[in-house]
């Protein structure tokens, strides 16, 4: 059983809060548009981070992190990818991919809308776990923590951190 806290799109932003929530956590997994390294290590020293880049990481962050993430976590397959879709509409980067081997869990950023949907055509579950920072249009910044025990996702938490 981990416990895992998810994020995106803080775009260079740390919220202290961030160490609070997910203090607990057993990894964190980050989809893309982080910003900084800074932020990338801060989140790390929290615990252990999985991360990719998104379309607006530089060069540097290009470098640590891959555009997709794909991983075992407990005995659950997991694919991390900034630009992703949703289940219906998903990226044309990525959705011939899912559709030919769909993981357990789709994690995906971008678009800054908190969004946790079951996708029964792929039989898999979609996060997107809205945006962390403050650059964009949103109006409440998300956190989602979760439990991966075996195969099964379960307690998942929506955090709300306010404008």
């Known amino acids: 059983m981990k416990r895992i806290g998810i994020l995106s799109d803080t775009h260079g932003y740390w919220d202290p809060r961030y160490a609070r929530h997910f203090a607990a956590c057993d990894e964190i997994w980050h989809a ?75 994690v995906a950023g971008h678009s800054h809308i908190l969004k946790v949907q079951y996708d029964p055509t792929l039989r898999m579950l979609h996060i997107n776990p809205g945006a962390a920072g403050l650059q964009g249009w949103h109006r409440q910044r998300t956190l989602v923590r979760l439990v991966v025990d075996g195969k099964t996702f379960r307690d998942l938490e929506v955090i709300e951190l306010g404008e």
Not at 43 to 64: E, F, H, K, Q, S
Request: charged fraction near 30%; charge should be negative; include cysteine.
């Open 32 to 106: 893309g548009d982080i910003g900084t390294t800074e932020v990338a290590e801060r989140l790390n020293d929290i615990a252990p981070l999985r991360a990719v880049c998104g379309n607006c990481d530089g060069g540097d962050l290009r470098l640590l992190y891959p555009t997709i993430l794909r991983f075992r976590c407990e005995e659950a397959d997991v694919l991390i990818k900034h630009i992703g879709g949703y289940p219906g509409r998903y990226d044309r980067s990525i959705a011939l991919r899912l559709r030919t081997s769909p993981p357990d869990l789709f």
